[in-house]
T-cell receptor
Framework: AQKVTQAQTEISVVEKEDVTLDCVYE???????LFWYKQPPSGELVFLIR??????QNEISGRYSWNFQKSTSSFNFTITASQVVDSAVYFC?????????????FGTGTRLTIIP | NAGVMQNPRHLVRRRGQEARLRCSPM?????VYWYRQLPEEGLKFMVYLQKENIIDESGMPKERFSAEFPKEGPSILRIQQVVRGDSAAYFC??????????????FGPGTRLTVT
C-alpha cells in the first residue's frame, strides 16, 4: 500500500529565509505521480505541482523548487526568500497508476509559518 | 470555465440529523473523488465515482455514509445520523478521465460540516 510521510509537523522561519519541506513516499508501483498542495488559512486546496515517476528533473517555478529523488523516495519542496503569504499547511500526495483510479494518498501536512 | 463547486460551504447539523453534501464537477468531467479532512489532519480518500457507478469506496465508513453520482446533477455525499466525530471538511475533486494517464484532479473549496 502507498504511504506518504511528512515528518515535519510545523516549521517557522523568518521572512526572506529559505525553507525546505520534506516528503518521503512508499509505493510498489513503478508508475506513479507526486503532488504538492498548499492549504492557506482560508481552507481551500491550491495545486502547486504534479510530477510523474519517470521525470526526475528538478523543477523551479519562481521562488518554488522541487527536488525529486527516486533513489531515496523523496520529493522535497523548497521555498526561496520566503514571504508571509507563504504561511499555510503544505501537503504532499501520491497517486498510483491503478487502472484509472487516481485517488490521492496525502501526507499529514507541514504547517509553515513565516514570521515577519 | 467554472471550477469544481461544492455546496453548502458550511453546514451545521445536530447529532442524529442527516447531512447532504453536493459536488458539481468541472464541465466535461465525469469522475469524482471525495476526501475527508478531520481537524488538524491530512486529507483521506473516501470514495471514487464515475457517472452512475461507484468505482472505489474503500475509504468510506461502513455505516451511515453513502455517495452517488447520478447521470444528471451533482455528486452527493450523504451522512445519516451524524455524530460529533463526523465534523470535518469534506472536499471533492473532479477529473476529466479515468485512464490513469493525466492524474489531474481539481479540488472544490470544500464543505465544512459541524455537528453540534
Amino acid at each position: 500500500a502507498q504511504k506518504v510521510t511528512q515528518a515535519q509537523t510545523e516549521i517557522s522561519v523568518v521572512e526572506k529565509e529559505d525553507v525546505t519541506l520534506d516528503c518521503v513516499y512508499e509505493t510498489r508501483d513503478t508508475t506513479y505521480y507526486l503532488f504538492w498542495y498548499k492549504q492557506p488559512p482560508s481552507g481551500e486546496l491550491v495545486f502547486l505541482i504534479r510530477r510523474n515517476s519517470f521525470d526526475e528533473q528538478n523543477e523551479i517555478s519562481g521562488r518554488y523548487s522541487w527536488n525529486f529523488q527516486k533513489s531515496t523516495s523523496s520529493f522535497n519542496f523548497t521555498i526561496t526568500a520566503s514571504q508571509v503569504v507563504d504561511s499555510a499547511v503544505y501537503f504532499c500526495a501520491l497517486s498510483e497508476a491503478n487502472f484509472g483510479n487516481e485517488k490521492l494518498t496525502f501526507g499529514t501536512g507541514t504547517r509553515l509559518t513565516i514570521i515577519p | 470555465n467554472a471550477g469544481v463547486m461544492q455546496n453548502p460551504r458550511h453546514l451545521v447539523r445536530r447529532r442524529g440529523q442527516e447531512a447532504r453534501l453536493r459536488c458539481s464537477p468541472m464541465k466535461g468531467h465525469s469522475h469524482v473523488y471525495w476526501y475527508r479532512q478531520l481537524p488538524e489532519e491530512g486529507l483521506k480518500f473516501m470514495v471514487y465515482l464515475q457517472k452512475e457507478n461507484i468505482i472505489d469506496e474503500s475509504g468510506m465508513p461502513k455505516e451511515r455514509f453513502s455517495a452517488e453520482f447520478p447521470k444528471e446533477g451533482p455528486s452527493i455525499l450523504r451522512i445519516q445520523q451524524v455524530v460529533r466525530g463526523d465534523s470535518a471538511a469534506y472536499f471533492c475533486a473532479s477529473s476529466p478521465t479515468g485512464t490513469g494517464v493525466t492524474h489531474e484532479q481539481y479540488f472544490g473549496p470544500g464543505t465544512r460540516l459541524t455537528v453540534t
